[in-house]
């Protein structure tokens, strides 16, 4: 079993920064990591992914501005969001696939609560 619990998100001006932390309760060296993200009145959408052994992959609109990584040592997935635009305010969410990799939400098992981002223009 895993449980995850995201942390960082607030309020930042648009050009600013953050740094979104997932904590993982159990193990998750051999959990590929995601993150998604949801806005008000629309679907949850995958955003970034590292597989076990790092293999980094993200949709092209944050290509350049978000950086996944992950210390299997911390059991610990991170996501630094640099040049944040409004409309990368949503809620974001970590999740844990045994799968390894995927941008689908129905490849991961284990989800954390989110932490809401909001990028002020």
């Known amino acids: 079993q895993v449980q995850l619990v995201e942390s960082g998100g607030g309020l930042v001006q648009a050009g600013g920064s953050l740094r979104l932390s997932c904590a993982a309760s159990?193990?998750?060296?051999?959990?590929?990591m995601g993150w998604f993200r949801q806005a008000p009145g629309k679907e949850r959408e995958f955003v970034a992914g590292?597989?076990?052994?790092?293999?980094?992959y993200n949709i092209d609109s944050v290509k350049g501005r978000f950086t996944i990584s992950r210390d299997n040592t911390k059991n610990t997935v991170y996501l630094q969001m640099n040049s944040l635009k409004p409309e990368d305010t949503a809620v974001y969410y970590c999740?844990?696939?045994?799968?390894?990799?995927?941008?689908?939400?129905?490849?991961?098992?284990?989800w954390g609560q989110g932490t809401q981002v909001t990028v002020s223009s």
């Open positions: 159990g193990r998750i060296f051999r959990y590929g």
């Open positions: 999740a844990a696939s045994p799968t390894g990799r995927g941008d689908r939400t129905v490849q991961y098992d284990y």
């Open positions: 590292i597989t076990w052994t790092g293999t980094t």
